[in-house]
């Protein structure tokens, strides 16, 4: 969805929608939602300005970073976005600023993508580092048992590094 900035009357408005996960999915790579996003906000246009608040829910399904099992991230988030117009981006103080250093995103003149705003709002509210369990155990790295659910046979090379080094001499 977009919000066309031209049709906005007396330069505000307010938006919902409700996201089936297929519309968004993949969110990123790691990233993807397993239950309908809904959002609404308001649009406020100011000069070269466009301000946005809302708020998104949506549930959100990431991998362990240890054994790869699916974790479930709810979102439940408030946010506050401002906006710059390209031309005024690309004009000559602003220009000198990076859109990170201006804390804002630079929306194209005409309107701003409802999408773009989901998704991000998703991966702020995912953590970078996810575990299922505070003590996963993770995967074997030989044989790709996942140890939460089963012992392997594997030998795993943990030897005393001091006697590693004899090890190598022979
Ligand atoms: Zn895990
Ligand atoms: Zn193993």
Redesign the pocket.
């Known amino acids: 969805m977009r919000i066309e900035l031209e049709n906005l009357e007396g330069g505000k408005g307010e938006f919902a929608r409700v996201y089936p996960p297929d519309e968004l999915n993949p969110v990123d790579e790691r990233v993807s939602l397993i239950a309908p996003a809904t959002i609404n906000g308001k649009v406020r246009l100011s000069g070269n300005q466009v301000f946005v608040n809302g708020h998104l829910d949506a549930r959100a399904q990431v991998e362990c970073d240890r054994c790869l099992k699916p974790v479930q991230v709810p979102v439940d988030a408030d946010f506050t976005l401002e906006y710059i117009s390209g031309s005024q981006y690309e004009s000559t103080e602003v220009a000198e600023l990076t859109e990170e250093e201006l804390s804002v995103s630079v929306f194209d003149d005409h309107g701003l993508d409802v999408d773009e705003i989901v998704k991000e709002q998703i991966l702020l509210a995912v953590p970078t580092r996810l575990l299922c369990s505070e003590d996963c155990k993770g995967i ?6 996942d ?1 939460n659910t089963g012992e ?3 030998v ?1 090379d943990d030897i005393d590094p001091r006697w590693a080094a004899l090890k190598n001499l022979t």
């Open positions: 074997c790295p030989e044989c790709g048992t140890r392997c046979k594997c795993t």
